[in-house]
């Protein structure tokens, strides 16, 4: 027997067999992720019920010195999730319980497993809500969140989660499984070294995550919602300009490009809604109280007709905005994408989504770059995503067993890296480095004069993890890896036979 068969027995005796699957029907489940990447298939997916399970795992795992990848819904769109070498994969499914709740200290302690849409519907009841809400709220999991370093739709006005976690509960990676608890249930907490906020966005690669404690926010008094169509996409982009300059905080400022909203609205309209989608769109929600509402609507209309909007649609509230389906078009933009792709290039066509984020002062010099950097490369391009706080989200589709447009697709996408960097941007806004950005990383510290930062990283990482078992080649590359290597995280990771 192997030392890693000896480990799923193991796990399998203390556990139940009901808790270990090594059935490669389930294993290869947990190779892929939206990304299109696809990593190798686990030794077994574990499914732990609890802190101490975590606990056991991760100290046979020490001892067996078998790689572990902790698992919350799969959603990463960097490669973060994906196992690169053989290994178990821990997923937090089971363990979705919320500890506790305060609205008088002013948070939720909730265990790894809980999706984020879940958790705001619980805080809802309550008048409460945990801003970051990711597209895929509905399924991103607080320890994935945690992880990755989340961002969402409220990003502008409320941050990342960076900015929301107070405290994690985390198992390292030592001879004992040691648990940890950082951080407090307060506002205010120093402990020395900010441990907490580095595990905030270190993808499964330091510790495990079994619970954190998030602080939680009033729900808005009231909001109203604008969907504006403009011609011109510069037009747009001013306009989110100068809501700013107006000192407006808007709740959600997002926007789609022309062909982003025209697959969109053809899959909206298929599940029956939508509006006479034309142009491209931008999407404002603003915070306001009951009395002033209907003044604090027209005038933001008013604004976005003057700014070149064609047709304004707008709603006096969440609830009339869902109705009239100002949001759904939003939400289609991901699945309308690799749907219209896979028409175009077949099914296995990888439909890659950029994550840079720049100033919002220079987000005209982006939209144009990144436009003229597609037609370039000869890329059919879509752009969306979360233009109040400078996150944009270039998205092209291409063929990964077609090595030529393969690498046309990896140089759009590192001069596209290049581009955010020298207008005082950053590689990923919020999917994280992963595999698909750890070169990308390299280049922007390079350029600000951090190299130094990656051997600090690599330190930081065998501290933690001294035998390199947790998500083993994620973030920081080995040494030896180039561009190519991260070219071939399409090719070489197996995204041919993916889909
Ligand atoms: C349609 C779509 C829309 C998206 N929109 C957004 C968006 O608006 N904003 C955004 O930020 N992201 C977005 N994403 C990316 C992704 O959903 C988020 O990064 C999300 O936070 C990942 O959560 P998850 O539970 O799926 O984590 P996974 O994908 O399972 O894991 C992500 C990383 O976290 C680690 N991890 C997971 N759980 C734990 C744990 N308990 N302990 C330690 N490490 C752990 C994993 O090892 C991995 O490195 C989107 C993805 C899709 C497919």
Redesign the pocket.
């Known amino acids: 027997m192997t030392s890693s068969s000896m480990l799923v027995e193991r796990l399998k005796s203390r556990l139940g067999p009901h808790k270990v699957y090594s059935d490669e029907a389930i294993t290869l489940l947990y190779a892929r ?2 990304s299109g990447l696809r990593g190798v298939a686990p030794y077994a997916v574990v499914f732990p019920e609890s802190t101490e399970e975590v606990s056991f795992i991760v100290r046979e795992a020490y001892r067996a010195e078998t790689p572990l ?9 960097s490669g ?2 994906v196992p690169l070498e053989e290994g178990i994969v821990v997923s ?1 499914e089971r363990m979705s319980s919320i500890r506790e709740l305060s609205v008088v200290d002013g948070f939720v302690e909730a265990e ?1 497993g809980v999706r984020l849409g879940e958790l705001n519907d619980v805080l809802a009841a309550k008048g409460y809500m945990f801003p970051v809400d ?3 709220a509905s ?3 607080v ?3 945690v ?2 370093g ?4 409220r990003g502008a006005k409320y941050g990342t989660m960076r900015d929301w976690v107070l405290g994690v509960e985390a198992v390292l990676p030592d001879e004992h499984g040691t648990v940890l608890r950082l951080g407090c249930r307060l506002v205010k907490c120093r402990q020395g070294y900010d441990l907490t906020r580095l595990i905030v966005g270190s ?2 690669t330091l510790a ?2 079994t619970a954190a404690v998030l602080r939680i926010t009033p729900l808005p008094e009231h909001v109203v919602v604008a969907a504006a169509f403009y011609e011109r996409l510069e037009d747009l982009v001013e306009a989110s300009v100068e809501l700013r300059e107006r000192g407006l905080q808007p709740l959600m400022l997002e926007f789609m490009d022309e062909p982003s909203v025209r697959a969109a609205a053809v899959m909206v309209k298929a599940s029956g809604g939508g509006l006479e989608a034309r142009g491209h769109l931008l999407l404002v929600a603003l915070e306001t109280c009951r009395e002033a509402a209907a003044e604090r609507l027209e005038s933001l209309a008013s604004m976005l007709k003057t700014s070149g909007a064609h047709s304004v649609y707008t709603a006096i509230s969440m609830k009339e905005a869902e109705e009239r389906g100002l949001l759904a078009l939003r939400r289609a933009m ?1 699945p309308s994408h690799v749907k219209l792709s896979w028409e175009r290039k077949g099914v296995g066509a990888l439909v890659y989504v950029e994550d840079i984020a720049v100033p919002p002062s220079k987000l005209l010099d982006a939209v144009r770059g990144i436009r003229q950097l597609a037609s370039h490369y000869g890329f059919d391009l879509m752009l969306g995503g979360h233009i109040g706080d400078g996150n944009l989200h270039p998205i092209v589709a291409f063929n990964p067993r077609d090595r030529g447009e393969a690498e046309r697709a990896l140089s759009f996408f590192e001069d596209v890296m290049r581009l955010a960097v020298k207008l005082g941007g950053t590689v990923s806004a ?3 480095i992963g595999v698909l950005k750890r070169e990308g990383l390299r280049m922007e510290l390079e350029e600000k004069g951090a190299a130094k930062a990656l051997e600090l990283m690599a330190k930081i990482k065998s501290v933690f993890d001294p035998k390199n078992i947790l ?1 083993p080649h ?1 973030i920081v590359a080995p040494s030896s890896a180039g561009r190519r290597e991260w070219g071939g995280g399409f090719g070489a990771w197996g995204v041919e036979g993916a889909h």
């Not at 698992?71 to 990463?76: E, L, P, V």
């Open positions: 992720e939206p990848y902790l698992h919350g819904s799969g959603s990463s769109l973060s999730a937090f790894a990711p597209a895929s399924v991103a999991t320890g994935g969140a992880n990755t989340a961002g969402g739709l993808e499964g495990a995550v991901y919020e999917h994280g998500n994620k």
